[in-house]
């Protein structure tokens, strides 16, 4: 039974004798086969630039230009070349059936034509041929993907380096103004003048609202830096310890005294080889979210620990906490906890806590019950010399 995919195939046959023709009709003609003729190979050429058949059954004897010469100019004319040829013949010679592969057919049917083995040789090479162009479409489909793909990717790149661009400069001049404001707030209300409570408070909100500023610019710009994969590691040599407390005390400024914050240091790292600008960014992040989910007058813990080429450390709340379903997207930009309330945030501290401890190849637990509190340990990779503490 014939495919029915190759109902609608136009088969060209050309033979100068009306008997053979007939007797290719008689094979096909039930076979859902659009059948055309020709009775030379000048009149195969014209109409196959013509009528563009799916397959052509070549006569290799014939007055005039053989099918030789007919296989050969319609292989050499763009419009016909990829039409499968079929040589028909009754030269058993092998010479003459490699010279017709030579010149481009496909197959040969020898004479006197067997009904079935017309059919099955003819759909043969037209599933062959549907295969092919099938394969052709989805490479070009494929080409035009990809063309596109990498049209959109430019895109990308270019529109990624432009916000990057602009989020530097952006906080690199909104750091101007701030930096005025914070000079000209000390000059306004100087200490020395004995101000009142409540100009002592204002200052303090304002230098309050600069920090927070400014570590929301610092944590903006981190987060595009990792997006754009332009955030590096580059250690130093610090003194850990001494690293840790100034991140503490620039938290204790922001917080006001609304927590009672517990820094403790055991086996200090005096020459820790790390980042002290990711190592600012962990800490100032996991601290800031321990104030800002806690409850005024709560204690907030924060431990470090360094053993042989390693530093923990710990920051543990007595916070509102974190639902199951929370934890499970917590390091995802942007998102931030259901139970927060109006407490403001971007969402971003957390996942710039994680990028900062993959680049120091380090690790990160948490546990967290709701109302109760979230405790995070961060576990980092140091060269150091350990300097065990009285």
């Known amino acids: ?15 100068d004798n009306p008997t053979n023709l007939n007797v290719l009709l008689d094979a096909l003609k039930h076979h859902g086969f659009k059948l055309l003729a020709a009775k030379s190979g000048e009149e195969a050429i014209q109409r196959a630039l013509f009528a563009k058949p799916d397959l052509i059954l070549l006569d290799v004897l014939m007055p005039g230009i053989d099918g030789f010469e007919t296989c ?5 004319n763009p419009v016909t070349e990829e039409i499968p040829i079929i040589f028909m013949t009754a030269l058993a010679d092998t010479v003459d059936k490699v010279k017709g592969f030579s010149f481009g057919a496909v197959d040969y049917i020898t004479k006197p ?9 003819v759909n043969a090479h037209l599933t062959i041929q549907d295969l092919k162009r099938n394969l052709e479409q989805k490479n070009a489909e494929m080409e035009e993907k990809n063309r596109l793909l990498d049209e959109a990717l430019k895109h990308e790149k270019e529109l990624n380096r432009l916000k990057t661009g602009l ?7 909104l750091r101007r103004p701030l930096t005025v404001i914070s000079l000209y707030s000390r000059s306004l209300f ?11 408070e204002g200052y303090t909100k304002i230098q309050k609202s600069i920090r927070q500023m400014t570590q929301l610019l610092d944590d903006i710009l981190l987060a595009t830096q990792s997006e754009m994969g332009k955030l590096t590691f580059e250690p130093e040599v610090v003194n850990l310890g001494e ?10 400024l922001i917080d006001d005294s609304a927590h009672s ?8 790292a005096e020459n820790a080889l790390v980042d002290p600008r990711l190592i600012q960014r962990i800490i100032s992040n996991l601290l800031s979210n321990a104030v800002k989910y806690s409850p005024h007058g709560s204690n907030i813990w924060f431990d470090l620990n360094t053993q042989v080429a390693q530093a923990t450390f710990i920051v543990k709340d007595e916070g509102i906490g974190i639902s199951p379903e929370d934890q499970q997207k917590l390091f995802e930009n942007f998102q931030r906890g259901s139970n927060v309330g109006k407490t403001p945030g971007t969402g971003l501290g957390l996942t710039i806590v994680k990028q900062c401890v993959e680049l120091h190849n380090g690790t990160m637990m948490f546990s967290s019950e709701l109302g109760k509190g979230t405790t995070f340990e961060v576990s980092l990779p140091i060269d150091v010399k350990i300097e065990n503490m009285v």
């Open 1 to 15: 039974m014939m495919n029915n995919n190759l109902k609608k195939h136009t088969v060209l046959m050309v033979d």
């Open 72 to 76: 050969r100019q319609l292989k050499a």
């Open 113 to 121: 034509f067997q009904h079935e083995e017309v059919l099955s040789r």
């Open 167 to 173: 989020v530097g400069m952006a906080s690199h001049e």
């Open 190 to 200: 100087p200490k020395e003048n004995g101000n009142a409570p409540e100009q002592n």
């Open 243 to 252: 690293l840790c407390s100034k991140i503490v005390q620039e938290s204790e």
């Open 261 to 268: 914050l517990h820094f403790t240091v055991k086996n200090n």
